[in-house]
């Protein structure tokens, strides 16, 4: 099968991402021609090198590519100051020069982290992403966007910085537990209702089949993705407006996931799909959008197998004002109003601060009482 690329137009910055089936087993191919010198430092973390370190190294020793690794703990929690510390001091024993390359292999926390230290190393050094979990293909490591979370909250500490590269092996989804498929899958359905009824529809259709493992819709799931991120990215790269559309589901996602302690008891990307029903059923109460629509997202994400409303969170939740002060702690607030990304259609978000929170209230009070 034949490998996608989605080019990501910056300038100077612009990079390609290229997807497909079988990329680890080429990464020395596709890495070589970055190289100022025939060695990498890898970032990575324990579960994924358990399983794919040896391919990578092996493939990258094919082209006569030395490399070192960091295994880092896997987990969110990886994502501080300590370990950020441990990774740039580590590059800088690894005598990482300013043209040299680090790759970032792992899920979204490693890709944003091995950023990070990449964009503060030297004054920022080339990094390129390999991305093993769904979530970290469709979204975080497209666009630039790197840090860690800090005891004040989630991505508090970064930069931006682009990677040279992002090779998104679709057979390494294989080896993701089916909760952590379908929480990837939250952030492909985002794509859709912010910009793609037509995305949408395909999704509809081909969704159950992909998550079930065809690798040719899962290529093409991630293509269309990816490809409405870079088209966003290249308008908007710092987030001064469009790029805010990314985060359609999240200021109620996000909320969700403080109030459920950042555990398993509710993954980001479920947070995200659920967000994404709420900003939907708002926009509907609103009367921006149609009353079906709502049912209709919530209604694919049943389908799916995935969580749909907060019913399906176990465990307790704050009430309705308490969700809504999280959403206040939102990254997006902006002179104290909390910006929300509503819409007219599935597939058509816009940014706005004019949400009532007296109707947010009520449709939150409504579902926990559900509950
Ligand atoms: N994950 C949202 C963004 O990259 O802007």
């Not at 910056?10 to 680890?24: E, M, T």
């Not at 978000?349 to 409504?366: G, K, M, Q, R, S």
Request: charged content about 25%.
């Amino acid at each position: 099968m034949s490998m996608e690329t989605v080019h990501v137009e910056l300038g100077a910055r612009s990079y390609d991402v290229r997807i497909g089936p079988g990329l680890l087993s080429q990464a020395g191919a596709h890495v070589a021609p970055l190289l100022n010198r025939p060695r990498v430092s890898i970032v990575t973390e324990a579960r994924v090198a358990g399983l794919h370190l040896d391919a990578l190294q092996g493939a990258l020793k094919a082209e006569g590519i030395e490399s070192e690794a960091l295994i880092l703990p896997p987990g969110e929690a990886t994502k501080d100051w300590a370990h950020l510390n441990q990774t740039v001091e580590w590059l800088l024993d690894q005598k990482v020069e300013r043209k040299d390359v680090v790759v970032a292999f792992g899920g979204g926390v490693i890709g944003d982290l091995a950023g990070f230290a990449a964009a503060i190393l030297r004054r920022g050094v080339r990094f390129v992403q390999m991305p093993t979990s769904l979530l970290a293909q469709v979204d975080s490591s497209v666009g630039g966007k790197t840090g860690i979370n800090s005891p004040h909250g989630k991505n508090l500490v970064g930069a931006f910085h682009q990677p040279a590269l992002v090779l998104a092996d679709i057979d390494v989804l294989g080896t993701l537990t089916p909760r952590d498929f379908l929480a990837g899958y939250g952030e492909v359905v985002k794509y859709g209702g912010l910009g793609s009824l037509d995305f949408f529809e395909w999704l509809e259709v081909n969704g159950p089949a992909l998550a079930a493992g065809d690798v040719a819709l899962r290529t093409e799931a991630v293509r269309r993705s990816v490809q409405m991120k870079a088209d966003i990215v290249a308008r908007d790269e710092t987030e001064q407006g469009d790029r805010a559309l990314l985060n359609l589901g999240h200021t109620f996602g996000h909320a969700l996931e403080a109030a459920t302690g950042y555990s398993d008891r509710l993954l980001h990307g479920e947070g995200v799909a659920i967000g994404c029903a709420l900003a939907f059923e708002t926009s509907a109460r609103m009367g921006l959008m149609s009353q079906e629509a709502p049912s209709r997202f919530r209604e694919h994400l049943s389908a799916m197998g995935m969580k749909r409303d907060l019913a399906d969170i176990p465990g307790d939740l704050p009430g309705a004002n308490g969700l809504i002060d999280l959403m206040g702690q939102d990254k997006k607030v902006d002179a104290g109003r909390i910006k929300f990304i509503m819409a007219r259609a599935i597939g058509e978000a816009f940014v706005t601060d004019a949400v009532d929170l007296a109707l947010v209230h009520d449709i939150l009070e409504e579902e926990l009482a559900g509950r």
